[in-house]
C-alpha cells in the first residue's frame, strides 16, 4: 500500500462524531480548539439541510463547541453548488427549510413552482401531501429530481423521523423518476467541500460515525477515513461492509493528538 502524505485539512461529520441527540461528545470541545488553533483547514460536515450554517454555528456555540461559520459545509450548501455548477441562474420548486432555500437564494436561484429546472428535496418536519403532490406533478411535466441526501430517517429525542429519502422514495414511486442527491455518500459533498478549503483530497481526512455515508464518501473522494465508535457503527458492523476505513477509534478524543 502507498504510503499516505501528512493530513493537512480535516473534515468530520457532526451527529455522532461532536454531538449526539444535541450534548457534546467528550473530546469534541478539544478537538475543534486544536483545529482553530492548529491554523489547518476544516469543515464540520452534515447531511442535515434544515439549517444554514449561521443557525449550526448558534446551535453548536450553546453547546460550548466553537465552530465559524464558514467553517460549516451542509447537504444543502453542497446542492446549491451542484446546480449552480450545472444551471447557474436557474429555478426550482424546494420543499425544505431556510438552511436550502436560503442556499439556493445565494446562488441566485428563483424559488417557483411555475415550470422549474428542478424539484429539489430536503429536510424538514413539516412535509406536506400537497407539496409532494406538486412534486411529483413538475417531476412528471420534465423538471429534474434532486436530493439535499439519501437518508431515510433522522435523530430526535422521541426516536427515528422519516427524513429526505424516505420521502424521495414516494415521490419516486408516484413520478417514476429517482432523485439525484448531492450529499453524503455521494462523494461530490466532500469534493465540493475540500474546493472551499482550497484542500486536496490526497491530504485531507474524512472523520464519521457511519460506514455508509461517511466513510464511504471519504474514501472515494480519495481521502483517509477515520471511524469513531460514538454513533451509528459498531466495531462488530465494520466487516459487514466491503470496503473499511483506513483508521477506527474509540471517539473524537483519540484524534486531539494527531492533528
Known amino acids: 500500500m502507498a504510503e499516505r502524505k501528512p493530513i493537512e485539512s480535516w473534515l468530520t461529520d457532526m451527529d455522532g462524531v461532536l454531538i449526539h441527540e444535541g450534548v457534546p461528545i467528550p473530546g469534541a470541545d478539544a478537538f475543534l ?7 489547518k483547514p476544516f ?3 452534515t447531511n442535515n439541510s434544515i439549517y444554514t450554517p449561521r443557525d449550526l454555528h448558534a446551535r453548536l456555540s450553546r ?3 466553537e465552530v465559524p461559520v464558514a467553517n460549516i459545509w451542509t447537504s444543502a450548501l453542497a446542492t446549491a ?3 449552480d455548477d450545472q444551471r447557474p441562474g436557474g429555478s426550482a420548486y ?3 427549510e431556510a438552511g ?7 446562488i ?6 411555475q415550470d422549474p429546472d428542478y424539484v429539489v428535496l430536503g429536510e424538514t418536519r413539516t412535509y406536506s401531501f400537497e407539496a409532494m403532490t406538486t412534486a411529483v406533478r413538475l417531476i412528471k411535466n420534465g423538471a429534474r429530481f434532486i436530493g439535499t441526501n439519501p437518508d431515510e430517517t433522522g435523530p430526535s429525542p422521541a426516536g427515528p423521523l422519516p427524513a429526505t429519502g424516505a420521502v424521495a422514495a414516494l415521490i419516486t414511486k408516484a413520478s417514476g423518476k429517482k432523485p439525484y442527491f448531492a450529499g453524503k455518500p455521494n462523494p461530490l459533498m466532500m469534493r465540493t467541500g475540500l474546493n472551499t478549503l482550497g484542500a486536496h483530497s490526497e491530504t485531507s481526512a474524512m472523520i464519521g460515525d457511519r460506514m455508509d455515508t461517511d466513510v464511504l464518501a471519504g474514501m472515494e473522494a480519495g481521502m483517509q477515513t477515520f471511524l469513531v ?20 477509534v474509540d471517539s473524537i478524543a483519540d484524534l486531539v493528538e494527531i492533528v
Open 33 to 39: 480548539k486544536r483545529l482553530r488553533e492548529s491554523g
Open 43 to 45: 469543515l464540520v460536515l
Open 63 to 65: 453547546m460550548g463547541l
Open 81 to 83: 453548488q451542484f446546480l
Open 94 to 96: 424546494v420543499i425544505g
Open 100 to 106: 436550502l432555500t436560503t442556499a439556493l437564494h445565494d
Open 108 to 113: 441566485g436561484y428563483v424559488l417557483t413552482d
Open 229 to 248: 465508535l460514538t454513533g451509528l457503527t459498531t466495531r462488530e458492523q465494520i466487516d459487514r461492509f466491503p470496503f473499511r476505513p483506513s483508521h477506527v
